[in-house]
């Protein structure tokens, strides 16, 4: 693949455009609290980038809880988790972007590429919003239209498809490794942000969003 032939670029939100991953960790933990299950870092880190219902599921069967509630109390579940997230986004401000994404973001606009988010959150409009970031993004892929979570590759073959390119000439960025495979599996160039030796599957990995710039992805093209 040649840099030049990239022309867009998808981008997970938690964890990768502002810090609103902590808002929902501190939600599930009150979640996690209510029924029972101890929370972990290892519980807490196997949420990202889960769809809400699931994240729900994955707390429940940490503590073999699964059947002890139906659907409806499920729901009840998920709701109260996602009030409970709403009143914390309500607080956020351009100090809740990530360090450097906002430049980032500037550099993509100057130079001519489709930008679009690919979110599991239902509520990522409105963190764009509050954080001050929405006019940089012309598509944001709606999840309560999709049959699939990730690590299903729908989320960013949608994000393609509503920026009108083919999914070989767009990056996509993720912080989790689901977010990853998601990427990896739609034919689209992976960039992780983190850890490395945990995000093995990346096409790129940057320890943080500080490095995310494009000279920096430039040179990893340039290497090979």
């Given at each position: ?55 729900l ?31 914390r ?37 409105r ?48 912080d ?28 790129i ?20």
């Amino acid at each position: 693949m040649e840099f030049e032939n990239i022309k867009g670029v998808i981008f997970d939100l938690d964890g990768v455009i502002s810090n609103t991953s902590r808002l929902h960790s501190d939600a599930w933990h009150q979640v996690a609290d209510k029924v029972g299950t101890e929370w972990t870092e290892s519980l807490s880190n196997k949420l990202k980038g889960v769809s809400r219902m699931g994240s729900l599921e994955l707390i429940l069967q940490a503590s073999s809880l699964e059947s002890h509630y139906n659907d409806q109390q499920k729901q009840e579940l998920a709701h109260d988790k996602n009030k409970d997230y709403l009143r914390r986004v309500e607080n956020l401000t351009k100090n809740d972007i990530l360090p450097g994404i906002e430049s980032f973001l500037e550099s993509l606009k100057q130079n001519h590429y489709g930008l679009a988010l690919a979110s599991s959150s239902k509520n990522s409009a409105r963190v764009l919003e509050k954080i001050g970031l929405s006019h940089y993004f012309s598509e944001i892929v709606d999840p309560t239209k999709l049959s699939k979570g990730k690590p299903d590759p729908e989320i960013f073959a949608t994000a393609a498809k509503l920026l009108r390119l083919a999914p070989e000439k767009c990056l996509g960025i993720e912080d989790a490794v689901m977010g990853i495979q998601s990427i990896n599996a739609a034919n689209i160039f992976s960039i992780g942000i983190g850890d490395k030796n945990i995000l093995n599957e990346a096409g790129i990995v940057f320890e943080n969003t500080e490095l995310l710039t494009l000279s920096n992805i430039r040179s990893h093209f340039d290497k090979k």
